[in-house]
Structures are given as structure tokens and as C-alpha cells.
């Protein structure tokens, strides 16, 4: 069975791209960083989520981006609440981890070198992005050039692919998407700000992103009944 | 004053290149990274050579590889010693810690986001380089074109300049370059395998590496001093 290393924050993105993994036969090795996020629930969540969707394994490391800061998810800053589809469109928010997707891809790299996986499967999406830089096709592509001259893999004339399932997907098609594969969205944890029983706030750009994505399909987001009116 | 950050191994290479870049004008933040590299020790010789060498900085980050493994650096794997020339030619060898060069670029990176700093300077040389795929002229090329499409300021149109000033450099030259600078090489620590002291075993690929190149120089490496005949 091939092999593919799965980024997986414990977020819907993460939970629909592993499903698609699976779907496309491979055997994934689920990789979580606990890069000093706050919203450590996260972390339990990804537990949750690889062994619902049938991961071959888990592994969580630490990179301890939390010694570098500059972002409202690593350091002591307020994380921006109930923000307009205008303002969430205004620039990087504060939100933004310096490096992280470059760092995580860079990890899982490394990950499927030593397991000699064919495939990364991250779950960046450039439609309902947030504005992260390096969540954008052009990112993708680079790293996918930077991986074939890292490794020994690329000297060696092979590749190992870099795959970004959800990139051209709007946030409604990712959980179609992931609920014709069976993915139990219940399970996943996106909010910025949990409270302090890792309950979702609902008010953070990540919660509204979801919120709307779901009642665009008609539905309720599962991860917020304890908000429910 | 320009900031850069300095990858800081403790090594010969990253010594000189921090004195580079000093040279340069840049106010130096130096990042050394702990992968979980049994050669600890190498973390206390960044130590000394970022406060011999003046850097306004320097952070230790935590990347926990050792539970990736895959390398004789990280894992119980005996480190090869007293290898020929034409051995350490011979492919890419077992002390390789899969994608570190990248992993240790893509954190410096958002270090140097963080910072707003100009370059970021890494110690990496394609002359005398082990055989790791890593430290080749075209992966930092690759690096490059990956830092610009990652990064807020990419997005805005600056660049933060990877720079490689080692990359075409023997090992004598590197070393001629650093004493002209007033580099301590008996600070560094390249050995990966020293003794409990933390003195250099003189038989590992890095001791050999920089062995000759003392010799080539009709010097003897003084962090083999305690091997002296």
C-alpha cells in the first residue's frame, strides 16, 4: 500500500484532506505539531479525527514557534472577534503564524523520507483562506520544487508528491466533500479561542468561516450546539 | 541597523558564516535549532560562539525530530568512523537527518518575519558537504523562491535574501575567512560523536572533514587538542 503523510491540525480542512487520502488508497501517517498553539484542544482533536478516519498512525511533534512569537495563536494577544466577510478580507490578520505551513511541510518532509511515503497531503485552501500567504497555489508549487532538491528522494530522481486536495475548494464543498467520505465534523476543532472546556467561541474568524460555510449547506455546525439558540 | 538571522550550529561552518555576516553590517539574531541530536553539546558551543562573535541574539528553538527519527544524529545507529575520502563521496550517509536544512530555513524564516530582518545567513557548503542534499547551491535557489511566495512580506513585494556566503568555498578557505575575522574555532564543536566531556572524537565525517582542512593549512584543528600525539 502506498504511503502519504497527512498534515493534520484537528480542523475541518485537515479531517476532509485525510479523507481523501484514504479515499485515494493510501495508508496515512497522520502528523500534528504543537508548534505552541493556545488552542491546544486542537491537538485532542486530531487524536480524534485519525483514528475515526482509519490513520495508520499518529504522531504529534513539538516545534516550539512559541519561542519566536509574532502571532495572536502563539502569544498573549487578543484574537480578533465577530469581524465582517470585508474586514476578514482586509490584509494578513494577527492570526497568521509566521512560517508555519513552510515549517509543518518542512517537518512532514522530513516524516516521509525516513517512511519513503510518495505523498504530503496538506489542507490549505486558498478560496476561504483567512489571507495566509502560504496558503496559495504559488506556495504549494514552490515547496514542491524546494522538496525534489531536499531529499535524498529527489536526488535520486524520484519525488515525493505534494498534494493540496481542498486548494481550489470553497469552504461548502470541502464538508460535502467530507461528508460523502463519512467524515464526522463533530470530531473537528478549528476555533482560535476555545473556551476553557475547548468549546468552539463561534466568533473567531475561524468559527465564522465554518459557521456560514454550514448554513450555506443548510445545516448546523456540529462543533457549535453549545451555542446553539 | 539591518537584522539577519544566523543559523547557529556551533559547527566551523556556522561560526564563519555568523562572522560573515557581522562583517556585513547586519545586527545578528542567532537561531540554533535542537532536533534532538544526541551531539548536545553542540548547542553549548553555539552559546559560546554567538557571545564571542557579538550577536545581538540568540534563541534555541525546540524541533523535536528524534520522534521522526531516521538518522544516526537522532536515532541509536552508530555513527560511521575513519571513512576515506572516496567512502564519504560515495552517496548520502547515514548521519543525513531528513529535510534539516529545510526544517532549520523554514523556522528562521518566521524568525525573521517576526523580527522584520533582511537575510537570514546559513553556514551550508557544497565543496566539502558530506553528500547531503541540503547544502547544494540549487536547494537554496529553491529556498528562495519558496521564501518569497511564504511570507507576508513576499506577498508584499520585499524579500528576505537567503544568503549562502560558504556555498562555493573549500573547507581551508572557510577556515582561512574565519581567522581573518578573528573566529575562535576552538569555541565550535562539529563532532558527531563526542565523549562524555563533550570533546570531539577525531574519527567521526565531520572531525575528518575539518581535520585535513586544519592540516591543509598547516594548522592543527584546535578542538582535537586533547588527541595531540
Not at 25 to 37: E, K
Not at 192 to 197: A, V
Request: a negative charge; glycine letters at 10%; hydrophobic letters at 40%.
Amino acid at each position: 500500500m502506498k504511503k502519504a503523510v497527512v498534515l493534520l491540525s484537528g480542523g475541518l480542512d485537515s479531517a476532509t484532506c485525510l479523507a481523501i487520502a484514504r479515499s485515494q488508497g493510501y495508508a496515512c501517517y497522520c502528523l500534528s505539531v504543537n508548534y505552541g498553539q493556545k488552542q491546544k484542544v486542537e491537538l485532542e482533536a486530531a487524536d480524534r479525527v485519525a483514528s475515526a478516519l482509519g490513520a495508520a498512525e499518529h504522531k504529534t511533534v513539538v516545534v516550539d514557534l512559541g519561542s519566536i512569537g509574532g502571532s495572536a495563536l502563539t502569544d498573549d494577544i487578543d484574537v480578533p472577534k465577530d469581524r465582517s466577510d470585508g474586514e476578514m478580507e482586509e490584509g494578513i490578520p494577527i492570526t497568521y503564524v509566521p512560517a508555519r505551513n513552510t515549517i509543518m511541510l518542512s517537518v512532514a518532509l522530513g516524516y516521509a523520507e525516513v517512511l519513503g511515503a510518495d505523498a504530503i497531503y496538506v489542507g490549505v485552501n486558498a478560496v476561504d483562506y483567512s489571507g495566509y500567504p502560504d496558503c496559495r497555489p504559488e506556495f504549494v508549487e514552490a515547496f514542491q520544487t524546494l522538496a525534489n532538491k531536499a531529499t535524498k528522494v529527489g536526488v535520486e530522481g524520484d519525488t515525493i508528491s505534494i498534494e493540496a486536495p481542498l486548494i481550489h475548494m470553497t469552504k461548502p464543498e470541502i464538508i460535502e466533500k467530507g461528508l460523502s467520505l463519512g467524515v464526522d465534523y463533530a470530531a473537528t476543532h478549528s476555533c482560535y479561542d476555545p473556551d476553557s472546556l475547548g468549546q468552539a467561541c463561534g466568533h473567531c474568524d475561524a468559527c465564522l468561516i465554518r459557521k456560514k460555510a454550514f448554513e450555506d449547506l443548510g445545516k448546523f455546525d456540529p462543533v457549535l450546539e453549545h451555542l446553539a439558540p
